[in-house]
């Protein structure tokens, strides 16, 4: 009997809360049928969540919607103590027929826990998806940072970084040839080396990117070769390019450092061979990233923290993350532009 993944197990919480598109819904009733430890673990899901079904539904302010999730989110580590919480739910609501399975996902328990011991009403289901994608990405985003500081006290203080010069490009993400042409790689030393998974680079925003995060392989041997990540669809993530003139007073202030997907680079070319020319357009140069439908995008800074912004302005200079200060509708990007002052942010690809 085969043991669903971490992945499929929270696969099956979100089919059974109406977290799923409809391919999802199908991947999920597929795999339920197929397995008898996912059928089980959907089963008890169901039980666990029956009470809600008696609950009015009103609507949920946001902040009550956000911070509902948020403890759903960080709950997730508790797994013992919620699979009793979660035992003792499904004894009071009168649920029978044999132990719960003790393995099941890291999320499924703890959100199903919440949900029925909170007994909230509950906010329109996509204002809940977005809260909760929005939220799994910021935890993602904690997990490379954590990485990230683990790196830097191994490395004397340094950042991860491959060796680039001013002028070269920095768009050819996947690229595996010796040439350090990507920006993406500096960030894949921390994959590569074991300091975080390289699942955490997938924005879970979308449906599209929570499908490629399930598929992404896990064979550290192949990682070990790789000198980059193997495409677009596993970085869904924009890193801020270094400025050539960087000062140490410049380094201790607050800076971003990753952000969703800048959605100048949404759609890259494939063919590096090729030099890239995209124009800026007025559409583009007020959009958010499209990881979250364009609601805004999660940023990560240099001091830890994590927040959801709905600009792409940031600080008293109202810096534009995703656009050099030179950049304007009509500019041609070329792919190795680079930042001629610290606070001129700009994350790429």
Same mark, same amino acid.
């Given at each position: 009997?085969?043991?669903?993944?971490?992945?499929?197990?929270?696969?099956i919480?979100?089919?059974?809360?109406?977290?799923?598109?409809?391919?999802?819904?199908?991947?999920?009733?597929?795999l339920?049928?197929?397995?008898?430890?996912?059928?089980?673990?959907?089963?008890?899901?169901? $039980?666990?969540?029956?009470?809600?079904?008696?609950?009015?539904?009103?609507d949920?302010?946001?902040?009550?919607?956000?911070?509902?999730?948020?403890?759903?989110?960080?709950?997730?580590?508790?797994q013992? !103590?919620l699979r009793?919480?979660?035992?003792?739910?499904?004894?009071?609501?009168?649920?029978?027929g044999?132990?719960?399975?003790? $393995?099941?996902?890291?999320?499924?328990?703890?959100?199903?826990?919440v *949900?029925?011991?909170?007994?909230?009403?509950l906010?329109?289901?996509? *204002?809940?998806?977005?809260?909760?994608?929005?939220?799994?990405?910021?935890?993602?985003?904690a997990?490379?940072?954590?990485?990230?500081?683990?790196?830097?006290?191994?490395?004397?203080?340094?950042?991860?970084?491959?060796?680039?010069?001013?002028?070269?490009?920095?768009?050819?993400v996947?690229?595996?040839?010796?040439?350090? !042409?990507?920006?993406?790689?500096?960030y894949f *030393?921390?994959?590569?080396q074991?300091?975080?998974?390289?699942?955490?680079?997938?924005c879970?925003?979308?449906a599209a990117?929570?499908a490629?995060?399930?598929?992404?392989?896990?064979?550290?041997?192949?990682?070990?070769?790789l000198?980059?990540f193997?495409?677009r669809?596993?970085?869904?993530?924009?890193?801020?390019?270094?400025?050539?003139?960087?000062?140490?007073?410049s380094?201790?202030?607050?800076?971003?450092?990753?952000?969703?997907?800048?959605?100048?680079?949404?759609?890259?070319?494939?063919?590096?061979?090729?030099?890239?020319?995209?124009?800026?357009?007025?559409?583009?140069?007020?959009?958010?990233?499209?990881? !979250?439908?364009g609601r805004?995008?999660?940023? *990560?800074?240099n001091?830890?923290?994590?927040?959801?912004?709905k600009?792409?302005?940031?600080?008293?200079?109202?810096?534009d993350?995703?656009?050099?200060?030179e950049?304007?509708?009509?500019?041609?990007?070329?792919?190795?532009?680079?930042?001629?002052?610290?606070?001129?942010?700009?994350?790429?690809?």
């Amino acid at each position: 009997m085969t043991t669903p993944s971490d992945d499929q197990k929270q696969l099956i919480f979100d089919y059974c809360i109406g977290l799923t598109s409809q391919q999802q819904a199908t991947e999920a009733e597929e795999l339920i049928a197929s397995s008898e430890q996912a059928r089980q673990l959907y089963t008890s899901l169901k $039980t666990a969540l029956s009470p809600l079904q008696a609950i009015e539904l009103q609507d949920c302010p946001d902040w009550l919607v956000e911070s509902t999730v948020a403890r759903v989110n960080q709950a997730a580590a508790g797994q013992e !103590h919620l699979r009793k919480l979660l035992a003792a739910e499904q004894s009071r609501s009168g649920s029978s027929g044999g132990s719960f399975w003790p $393995t099941f996902g890291r999320y499924a328990a703890v959100a199903a826990v919440v *949900l029925a011991a909170v007994g909230i009403w509950l906010a329109p289901l996509d *204002l809940v998806r977005q809260k909760y994608w929005q939220q799994r990405c910021q935890m993602q985003m904690a997990q490379i940072f954590r990485g990230l500081s683990n790196y830097i006290a191994d490395h004397d203080g340094q950042m991860p970084a491959v060796p680039i010069s001013a002028g070269q490009p920095w768009w050819k993400v996947g690229y595996q040839g010796r040439e350090n !042409h990507s920006n993406t790689r500096n960030y894949f *030393l921390l994959v590569k080396q074991g300091y975080t998974d390289c699942r955490n680079f997938v924005c879970p925003g979308c449906a599209a990117n929570r499908a490629a995060r399930r598929r992404m392989f896990s064979d550290k041997t192949r990682l070990a070769r790789l000198n980059d990540f193997p495409s677009r669809k596993e970085v869904t993530y924009s890193f801020r390019i270094r400025c050539t003139k960087t000062s140490g007073q410049s380094r201790r202030a607050r800076r971003v450092l990753i952000a969703d997907l800048n959605p100048l680079f949404q759609n890259l070319p494939s063919d590096y061979s090729r030099p890239l020319r995209i124009r800026v357009d007025f559409k583009v140069a007020r959009s958010n990233s499209s990881n !979250h439908g364009g609601r805004g995008q999660n940023v *990560l800074f240099n001091d830890g923290t994590v927040r959801f912004m709905k600009t792409r302005q940031m600080g008293v200079s109202q810096d534009d993350i995703f656009l050099l200060q030179e950049m304007r509708p009509g500019y041609e990007v070329r792919g190795c532009e680079w930042p001629s002052c610290e606070t001129d942010a700009f994350l790429a690809p």
